[in-house]
């Protein structure tokens, strides 16, 4: 991650907050080293996962929470993920990490806060007739079918990948 941040010409310090999907460690495992470089963050983190970080402020979150102006949390679903939940003109987007649980509770979630205008992240074994609707689909690391997707939702689909940059307004 850190190695990213300086192809990326992120300064480490420059974060304030890390939201945490799950605690697997292709998701967490640069979060230690990000920590030593920057432990003045906040850290929102699902419940399942291990709350000793060495970081500012650590936030569990269990249930659909509101974290700061424009950006909420699905709460954690089955245990195991939250996805992050963010406003837009056009509407709410969800950022996921790997959609572990079905998508239609991660969408049920989210839509709480208002309509879902699309998703970026791992859509795992997500089922393709499941993002209909979606304007905005940025499929990622652990997607299952990617080129189903692609197939069926051109207008919409668009390749993720780390230091992908999506402007949404």
């Known amino acids: 991650m850190i190695n990213n941040m300086e192809i990326l010409g992120i300064d480490p310090l420059s974060i304030q907050a890390v ?14 080293l ?31 929470t509101f974290l700061q ?4 949390s699905t709460g ?4 195991i993920e939250q996805s992050m939940v963010v406003e837009t003109n056009r509407g709410f987007v969800l950022m996921t990490g790997c959609s572990h649980p079905p998508m239609e509770k991660i969408r049920a979630s989210a839509s709480q806060f208002g309509k879902v205008y699309g998703i970026v992240g791992g859509l795992h074994g997500t089922l393709p007739e499941s993002l209909i609707g979606l304007n905005l689909i940025c499929a990622s690391h652990c997607t299952q079918q990617k080129e189903e997707i692609a197939r069926l939702y051109p207008e919409a689909f668009i390749p993720g990948g780390a230091g992908r940059v999506i402007e949404v307004e």
């Open 19 to 32: 939201f945490i999907s799950h605690p697997h460690h292709d998701h967490t495992g640069g979060l230690p």
């Open 34 to 64: 990000f920590l030593e470089k920057n432990s003045n963050v906040k850290v929102w983190i699902p419940s399942c996962m291990d709350k000793r970080l060495s970081a500012r402020e650590v936030i569990t979150i269990s249930k659909p």
């Open 69 to 72: 102006e424009g950006i909420y």
């Open 76 to 79: 954690e679903l089955e245990g």
